[in-house]
């Protein structure tokens, strides 16, 4: 709770509808993407400044990979952008940043301006923020199936010693903790493949409004429709 606030522990969020933001407004799409910026600010400052410990932001599917090539440079581009801009941002307020995803067909200097804001970033307490970029629930399954795989190969590890915990701590970002509540944007009533073993148990919440024009009312809204909720985890709850 922050004053009559009910505050989750981890959230995810799915930053959706940028391109209808642009589209509605008769510009490009990638007009959306560049003001959804300001709604990462101003999401990241507040989940920091409300006591959340988890934040993870949903920036870019593997199956986003098969938009059109034009957007996703300019996406990358605008990634890149973020990565340097947003550095303060993360230091004033304390945030460490994780990559959630795979590296392989992310270019170098995205990859760079990422090394090095994590690195910079490293040591800070107050907030994780982990950004899926290249992510994909269904590939994060598949890239652990083949550690823990390779793990058995090896000898480290006995087939009868693997049971969730043992999944979880090999996928991607194991500190990030299970999302307590789910937030998508936009009104799409569908996962889009983000943290499928992780949101097991988390609560859903839809907004409408697109991404771009997501604040931090809308934030509280999300947070006090949570705390509305009944988590019950499969138990009998009197
Ligand atoms: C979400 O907005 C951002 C990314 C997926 C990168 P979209 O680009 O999906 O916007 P809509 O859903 O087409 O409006
Ligand atoms: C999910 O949004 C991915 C991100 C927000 C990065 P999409 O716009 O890609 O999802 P679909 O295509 O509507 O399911
Ligand atoms: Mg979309």
């Given at each position: 709770m922050m004053g009559d606030l009910p505050v989750p522990r981890s959230v995810a969020i799915i930053m959706d509808g940028n391109g209808r933001w642009a589209r509605s407004r008769g510009l490009e799409r990638i007009f959306g993407h560049e003001r959804g910026i300001q709604a990462v600010r101003e999401t990241v400052e507040e989940c920091a400044r409300l006591g959340v410990t988890s934040l993870t932001l949903y920036a870019f599917s593997e199956e986003n990979w098969s938009r059109p090539q034009r957007e996703i440079d300019l996406l990358m581009r605008l990634l890149e952008r973020f990565l340097v801009e947003e550095r303060k941002t993360l230091m004033d307020n304390g945030v460490k940043l994780l990559h959630v995803g795979r590296r392989e067909r992310l270019g170098p200097s995205v990859?760079?301006?990422?090394?090095?804001?994590?690195?910079?970033?490293?040591?800070?307490?107050?907030?994780r923020l982990g950004l899926a970029i290249s992510y994909g629930g269904r590939a994060e399954i598949v890239d652990a199936t083949r550690r823990i795989a390779e793990a058995v190969r090896d000898g480290r590890l006995a087939p009868e010693r693997i049971d969730e915990s043992v999944i979880r701590a090999h996928l991607y970002r194991?500190?990030?903790?299970?999302?307590d509540l789910l937030i998508r944007t936009a009104g799409e009533l569908r996962v889009s493949n983000f943290l499928l073993w992780q949101i097991s148990y988390a609560e859903l919440h839809v907004e409408s409004v697109c991404w771009p024009d997501f604040?931090?009312?809308?934030?509280?809204a999300a947070f006090r429709a949570f705390g509305g909720r009944v988590r019950k985890f499969g138990a009998v709850v009197p």
């Amino acid at each position: 709770m922050m004053g009559d606030l009910p505050v989750p522990r981890s959230v995810a969020i799915i930053m959706d509808g940028n391109g209808r933001w642009a589209r509605s407004r008769g510009l490009e799409r990638i007009f959306g993407h560049e003001r959804g910026i300001q709604a990462v600010r101003e999401t990241v400052e507040e989940c920091a400044r409300l006591g959340v410990t988890s934040l993870t932001l949903y920036a870019f599917s593997e199956e986003n990979w098969s938009r059109p090539q034009r957007e996703i440079d300019l996406l990358m581009r605008l990634l890149e952008r973020f990565l340097v801009e947003e550095r303060k941002t993360l230091m004033d307020n304390g945030v460490k940043l994780l990559h959630v995803g795979r590296r392989e067909r992310l270019g170098p200097s995205v990859l760079a301006r990422l090394d090095e804001t994590i690195a910079l970033t490293a040591a800070n307490q107050r907030m994780r923020l982990g950004l899926a970029i290249s992510y994909g629930g269904r590939a994060e399954i598949v890239d652990a199936t083949r550690r823990i795989a390779e793990a058995v190969r090896d000898g480290r590890l006995a087939p009868e010693r693997i049971d969730e915990s043992v999944i979880r701590a090999h996928l991607y970002r194991p500190e990030l903790e299970d999302p307590d509540l789910l937030i998508r944007t936009a009104g799409e009533l569908r996962v889009s493949n983000f943290l499928l073993w992780q949101i097991s148990y988390a609560e859903l919440h839809v907004e409408s409004v697109c991404w771009p024009d997501f604040r931090k009312e809308h934030l509280h809204a999300a947070f006090r429709a949570f705390g509305g909720r009944v988590r019950k985890f499969g138990a009998v709850v009197p």
